[in-house]
């Protein structure tokens, strides 16, 4: 029994011990598998942090870099200040970094930052991952003085946002290494990409004192140097008597359009444009059309409503002449003096003195054959720009008329002007705001809120005449001057008691040179403030005015100026204090109802300018067919890019143009370094265009012409500017001009809007220039040869 029973248990032994030892197998696997699945479990976490980290890191560039975009916008555009002490894209890295740069220093940055910043985000990160039992090392100190940050322009219209974290260890609570490496995990950069487009252009408001602004749109033909051009052009064969014909194009037939289409419809067009026919047929044509040298139809090129700009090679237009009048009188205006006269008012007296008859009368009886002293002139300089010119008296009668012009001309040099003229046409006197640097004839229902600001005055206009109704007011002019200057007015002196003074209202003072005006007398003082009783120094004058309407010229100088009557009195203002300030000029009275009928300023000069007037007349000369090669234009997408009323003012890309950086500095001084850094980063990220570079500056246009831009127009008439002839409307050669008297940028007009007559009218009145560097940026170089007028 013993030996059965030993050998039953060695038995169950000998099964068991399988048994024990795949129990221990399974053990030792098991705890092995938990082992694997847990490390697994810590790679997964460890690469999903990781993988999060490098997606939220170039979320947080991107939202902190618009916003740090947007903050310099808005510094410059608020301030007026320039970003000058640092360049603009090292700025916004300085914001993008830490929420703070030196170069804005006092400026509430974190009005718009709110601490979007790269630190604010390491803060953060460092706090989530702490939380999940995680450390990060460096602290966020060094990581952010580590960090590898770019900002430069891609191109034109994007800003590209470079950066690399190059270390960064992750540790979990054991302080086992879960990570180390560079944010992104790959060791390459990130790259978050802006779009600037419906942001504010910083250079506008900045220059213009916050008074204009503009946002960065883009027309759609974006890059004209790389792709499409804002025109349309066929080639051809062609004959006209005139170099170039504008007109809207059209598939029909009319008088005033340019017809396009296969073959020859018949006449009544003003121009032709086929596919098919001959030079013969008429005048103007241009036939055999094609599209870099392919046969094409107009039709498939053009439409319906565009301008058109027909351009004949080698056609001299009638010998220089400029205007569709049939005659001309030239004259020469001589600067005597050593100094240049720039936008210079000058008179041209045209009477019995000046010009010998027959000369005289036929001039008269031609130009105004109708009688009614309104003549059909248009005025130009040697090379066909038109002359900003007001008749301020026309007597077709007497034979006699005073014309003023507004010419610029050289020191000790002259200039030559047509006036040319004819029997029909538009009558015209010109437009005397384009003459003086201020006038007023009070011709309007109310008082001109643009031209003048009311100080406690009640004002009424009747017929043309100012009248201030209440006693102790006065009204002085938006517009400040400095002397020396020429100020003349008309006013109505009624009686002799104290009435009514004109003087000059100071920027920081309200008080200047004064004369206070009676019947009887003249007081010639020092100041007067406008809201008082209150005068300075002053004493009497007797030039004993007769009452009535009387015309009365200041010559405001630094000193000693002087008031001339038109009866021949003179009155010296011996009070010098503040004669030499900048100022406005007020009108005013310490009596009820006092009148001026009108009041201009021009103007100074020692020695004035003299007229010479030929005393022939030129008779246009008939015009030849000639038969050349030929191209006709549909400049429609450039007007649309440029103006209002036809589509919106919109930019384009060019290389010559100032970039976004460059506008945030008020300058292109750092415009290389900008193009170097954009041709780095097109490189890195392949969007070149082909193995062309896109450019990084931005080029719009002013044109302050209502139709073109309204906003602007009104400007210009608020500060009394009057848009000078040849002046380039590229928008910061315009802003440096016009408003920071920076140097003349020359520009040219262009043809079918600027310059030509069309049915519409004389384009000359749009005051729209283009330099011959943006011309051809836009045009190509035969587009800027066929579409300048360079004269």
């Known amino acids: 029994m013993r030996r059965r029973g030993f050998l039953l248990n060695s038995l169950v032994l000998v099964l068991l011990i399988p048994l024990l030892l795949l129990l221990a197998t399974y053990e030792d696997v098991s705890s092995q598998i938990v082992q694997a699945q847990s490390e697994r479990t810590q790679v997964e976490r460890s690469y999903r942090t990781i993988s999060y980290l490098d997606l939220d890191f170039q979320k947080a560039l991107e939202i902190s870099g618009k916003r740090a975009i947007v903050a310099v916008v808005d510094y410059v555009s608020v301030t007026g200040n320039f970003i000058t002490s640092k360049m603009a894209n090292e700025t916004i890295k300085d914001l993008i970094l830490t929420g703070s740069s030196p170069a804005i220093s006092g400026y509430d940055v974190n009005r718009i930052m709110q601490g979007q910043t790269i630190q604010k985000w390491l803060t953060n990160i460092s706090q989530d991952l702490r939380e999940q039992g995680f450390e990060i090392s460096p602290n966020v100190s060094v990581i952010a003085n580590s960090m590898e940050l770019t900002v430069a322009p891609l191109d034109s219209f994007r800003i590209v946002i470079k950066a690399r974290i190059p270390n960064i260890t992750i540790t979990d609570m054991s302080g086992k290494i879960v990570y180390s490496g560079s944010i ?187 009688d009614d002293n309104v003549p059909v002139i248009e005025i130009y300089d040697e090379n066909c720009n038109p002359v900003n010119f007001w008749v301020e008296s026309w007597d077709t009668t007497n034979k006699q008329a005073l014309i003023w012009v507004n010419i610029t001309i050289p020191a000790n040099s002259q200039i030559k002007l047509s006036i040319q003229f004819d029997s029909s046409g538009t009558e015209t006197l010109g437009n005397p705001n384009e003459v003086f640097d201020f006038y007023d004839d009070f011709n309007e229902i109310t008082l001109n809120s643009t031209k003048w600001e009311q100080y406690n005055a009640q004002v009424s206009l009747i017929n043309g005449v100012l009248r201030i109704t209440n006693d102790y007011a006065g009204i002085y002019t938006k517009k400040t001057f400095t002397p020396p200057v020429i100020i003349e007015f008309y006013q109505n002196i009624k009686n002799s008691w104290a009435e ?36 300075g120094n002053y004493h009497n004058e007797y030039p004993n005015l007769p009452a009535g309407w009387h015309k009365g010229t200041i010559y405001w100088f630094t000193y000693n100026s002087r008031l001339e009557w038109d009866t021949g009195a003179i009155i010296y203002n011996t009070y010098n204090a503040y004669q030499n300030y900048n100022g406005a000029i007020a009108l005013g009275t310490w009596d009820k109802n006092q009148e001026w009928d009108w009041i201009r300023v021009r103007k100074y000069a020692s020695t004035s300018p003299t007229v010479s007037i030929s005393n022939q007349i030129e008779q246009k ?13 549909d400049i429609q ?127 000359s009145s749009i005051p729209f220039f283009l330099d011959n560097q943006t011309a051809v940026a836009l045009f190509g170089t035969q587009g800027a040869q066929d579409l300048l007028n360079t004269g």
């Open 637 to 763: 997408p450039f007007r649309e890019c440029i103006n209002e009323q036809e589509g919106d003012i919109m930019y384009f890309g060019l290389s010559s143009g100032w970039s976004f950086f460059e506008r945030l500095e008020g300058s292109n001084t750092n415009h290389d370094a900008y193009v170097n850094l954009a041709h780095q980063m097109q490189d890195e990220l392949g969007v070149k265009f082909g193995n062309q570079y896109y450019p990084i500056g931005l080029v719009s246009f002013m044109v302050p012409h209502k139709p073109y831009d309204e906003k602007l127009s009104n400007l210009f008439d608020t500060l009394g500017i009057v848009p000078e002839e040849g002046q380039s409307s590229v928008d910061y050669y315009f802003l440096n001009y016009y408003f920071k008297g920076g140097s003349k940028t020359s520009g040219y007009r262009v043809w079918g809007i600027s310059y030509g007559n069309a049915s519409s009218g004389d384009l």
């Open 500 to 535: 009514l003074y004109i003087a000059v209202r100071q920027t920081s003072y309200p008080w200047g040179p004064l004369w206070w005006v009676r019947s009887n007398q003249v007081q010639p003082g020092e100041w007067s403030y406008l809201d008082d009783y209150a005068w």
């Open 621 to 633: 000369p008939a015009p030849t067919i000639q038969t050349t090669t030929a191209r006709v234009y």
């Open 184 to 370: 992104p995990k790959s060791g390459n950069y990130t790259y978050s990409i802006v779009d600037i487009r419906n942001l504010e252009d910083p250079i506008f408001s900045a220059i213009t004192g916050g008074r204009y602004y503009r946002s960065i749109k883009a027309c759609d033909y974006t890059f004209p140097e790389l792709i499409e051009k804002p025109i349309k052009v066929l080639a051809g064969n062609g004959s006209s008597s005139e170099s170039h014909v504008i007109e809207k194009l059209s598939k029909g037939v009319d008088t005033d359009k340019i017809h396009f289409g296969d073959v020859y419809p018949g006449d009544g067009a003003k121009g032709y444009v086929l596919l098919n026919g001959s030079i013969n047929i008429t005048a103007p044509i241009i036939v055999n059309t094609t599209l870099s040298g392919v046969r094409t139809s107009p039709r498939d090129v053009f439409n319906e409503g565009d301008m058109g700009v027909m351009v004949f090679d080698n056609i001299n237009g009638g010998s220089g002449w400029c205007s569709l009048l049939k005659y001309r009188l030239n004259m020469t205006i001589q600067n005597n003096m050593a100094q240049d006269l720039t936008n210079f008012q000058v008179p041209i007296t045209i009477d019995s003195t000046t010009l010998p008859n027959p000369t005289l009368t036929t001039f008269f009886n031609t130009a105004d054959n109708d």
